[in-house]
């Protein structure tokens, strides 16, 4: 069982920045890869960005590729994602999630591979 806790959203300009922070509990959270979705008012939920077990392997989605990066540390039992260059399409509640389901270096990008999820936090982008 891993309980995730997302941090860091808020409200930003278009053109700006934040970083989200995802806090897992449990000791085996190197052995999950982590994945952030995002899900927009009256839209499903996509996928934003993952990261493999070690960190080795990441993937990204097309509309955030270039802005956004995806790291992890696993001392820390956290992933984190740098959002840069905000957009105001960015405004989602945005969902950690851990996949314990992978070998080491294979990332998933469907939710439905994804186990565990965090409560979200909410990201407003403005003009």
């Known amino acids: 069982q891993v309980q995730l806790v997302e941090s860091g959203g808020g409200l930003a300009q278009a053109g700006g920045s934040l970083r989200l922070s995802c806090a897992a509990s449990?000791?085996?959270?190197?052995?999950?890869?982590m994945g952030w979705f995002r899900q927009a008012p009256g839209k499903e939920r996509v996928f934003v960005a993952g990261i493999s077990r070690g960190g080795g392997s990441t993937i990204y989605a097309d509309s955030v590729k270039g802005r956004f990066t995806i790291s992890r540390d696993n001392a820390k039992r956290t992933v984190y994602l740098q959002m840069n260059s905000l957009k105001l399409e960015d405004t989602a509640v945005y969902y950690c999630?851990?996949?314990?389901?992978?070998?080491?270096?294979?990332?998933?990008?469907?939710?439905?591979?994804?186990?565990?999820w965090g409560q979200g936090t909410q990201v407003s982008v403005s003009s």
């Open positions: 999630a851990a996949d314990g389901g992978v070998i080491t270096s294979v990332v998933h990008t469907t939710i439905k591979e994804y186990d565990f």
């Open positions: 449990g000791r085996t959270f190197s052995l999950y890869a």
